[in-house]
């Protein structure tokens, strides 16, 4: 059975923001509203730093282990200390028991 960390070890509180759009005008703006705050554990995997058109892009890959919530989706945010993570794909439902989810988040930064 996969356990993760000790409870006392989910101690990051994220703010979820849920992604929203509206058609305005004939063209769809995209929004976030804030659910609620969750916690989990932080895990930096990496950075990647690139020159695109002459500009820097600094690419930060982390993962977020927290418990299992059902709305939780691609493409909402997370707020963590500030900063904001995009969730990249589907969360992982860990080994489908509905008990801890680990969720892959990124965020860009610099450029114009």
């Known amino acids: ?3 993760p960390a000790n409870i006392r070890e ?3 509180p994220a703010v979820h923001k849920k992604a ?3 058609l305005i005008n004939g063209r ?3 929004g976030y509203t804030e659910v609620g705050t969750i916690r989990g ?3 930096q995997k990496g950075t990647a730093e690139t020159t695109e058109n002459g500009l820097t892009i600094i690419n930060e890959k982390t993962t977020f282990i927290t418990w299992y919530n059902a709305e939780i989706k691609a493409a909402d945010i997370l707020t963590i200390g500030g900063l904001d993570f995009e969730i990249v794909g589907n969360p992982e439902n860990v080994e ?3 008990r801890y ?3 892959t988040l990124e965020r860009i930064s610099g450029g114009a």
């Open 96 to 98: 489908m028991r509905s």
């Open 10 to 12: 989910f101690i990051t």
């Open 20 to 22: 929203t759009s509206q």
């Open 101 to 103: 989810m680990v969720l």
């Open 1 to 3: 059975m996969y356990k």
């Open 41 to 43: 554990k932080f895990k």
């Open 28 to 30: 769809t703006s995209k």
